[in-house]
């Protein structure tokens, strides 16, 4: 496979990517997880417009908003094999929120206070400096201490409170693809955002990373907060929330933070899915399942993005491979379900890939 020109893309962010491809959000002033100062409304639609992400960083020196992978992974071929069924082939990275702050290394690196209120969660040392070589080996909120990933989202408010997700949140890695035996561990480095904040109600229900939508009680597949839920102890906001899980094999990045990856696609005359030629190698597919403690009336919560499908997230990984690596063989490629040990209660006897440290042995 051959990368094309990096140059040419670039030049065409000013039209049809600055206005399709993550658009704008709400600019927000710098807080920790307990502030309770909402967006200012002036500065609505201030944060994620692309152009203002072109800018050199650690990771993409040129400023061109390409960064090569180091090998590129070429010659590889989708895989149209089916593997003996299994129902589960996934583990958790359950991770807690560490702080909030109007950043995004991704979108807008080294560019603090550029976007709109975002909540983190895993490495506590992201903001809008966050390159791989600062999250790489840090510190982490996530139960596994080798994921020093960076996971973001754009922070949920009641009115002018903060609501942010308590204790560690589910964030599954899944196979997206049928032949779950061809998933292979993230490269180091490899960053992505899933979904667009400038998404219309009905773009959001039609996206392929939909899964429920927002849910509360009896309540399911909104693509909007719903009206009210339920107010008692055990009713929280819900949301689930699916990565593409294919990528190119040639950039951790690229000037949209999308077109290097790509959702699997229906193989012809089946009801397999598989990676496109264009995005042969398969990863695995981050879902997003986070809770928020609020109920009741919900007619004042919002994003600082926006409405309730301006929803999306981002991913910076920061793995130490070796780690990933198991996890990944012994859960997804061994058909498991498995918790952020890669334990499976149902199948003792396959063991752990980790030990009670969430370690590698």
């Known amino acids: 496979m051959r990368a094309s020109p990096k140059r040419l893309p670039a030049l065409l962010l000013g039209t049809a990517l600055v206005a399709t491809l993550l658009g704008v959000g709400t600019l927000a002033s710098a807080a920790d997880p307990t502030a309770d100062t909402p967006p200012p409304a002036a ?20 400023g061109d908003g390409y960064i090569p992978a180091v090998p590129q992974v070429t010659g ?52 809008a400096h966050s390159v791989t070589g600062t999250l790489y080996g840090g510190a982490t909120a996530c139960k596994a201490p080798a994921d020093s990933s960076a996971y973001w989202m754009p922070t949920l408010y009641d009115g002018d409170r903060k609501i942010l997700p308590v204790g ?23 960053r992505f955002v899933v979904g667009n904040p400038m998404q219309t109600a009905q773009q959001f229900r039609e996206h392929k990373g939909f899964v429920e939508g927002w849910e509360c009680g009896d309540s399911f597949f909104n693509v909007d907060f719903p009206t009210s839920c339920p107010s008692r102890p055990d009713v929280q906001l819900n ?28 193989k012809p005359g089946t009801n397999d899915n598989m ?12 879902e997003f399942k986070m809770a928020f403690p609020v ?20 991913f910076f990984n920061a ?43």
């Open 168 to 190: 560690p949140q589910v964030i599954y890695y899944k196979t997206g693809v049928t032949d779950y035996t061809s998933v292979r561990p993230f490269p180091k480095g490899l």
């Open 76 to 127: 590889v071929t989708p895989s149209t094999a089916t593997p003996p069924a299994r129902y589960f082939h996934e583990f958790q990275a359950n991770c807690a929120v560490t702080h909030t702050a109007p950043d995004d290394p991704i979108v807008y690196p080294g560019q603090p206070g550029r976007s709109h209120d975002h909540t983190f969660m895993g490495n506590p040392s992201t903001n």
């Open 319 to 361: 793995w130490e491979e070796r780690t990933l690596k198991a996890m990944v063989d012994h859960c997804i490629v061994g058909g498991l379900q498995c918790d952020a040990r890669g334990y499976d209660q149902t199948h003792p006897e396959r063991g752990a890939a980790l030990n009670e440290r969430y370690r590698l042995p």
């Open 295 to 314: 109920n009741g009336d919900m007619s004042r919560v919002r994003l600082a993005s926006g409405r309730g499908y301006s929803f999306h997230y981002d």
């Open 275 to 286: 990676c496109p030629a264009s995005h042969p190698v398969a990863l695995p597919m981050i």
């Open 239 to 266: 949301l689930r929330m699916q990565a593409p899980s294919c990528w190119n094999g040639l950039y951790l990045d690229t000037p949209d933070h999308q077109s290097h990856m790509a959702y699997p696609v229906v």
């Open 43 to 62: 500065a609505a639609h201030a944060g994620h417009r692309m152009a203002a992400s072109l800018q050199a960083s650690g990771d993409d020196p040129d």
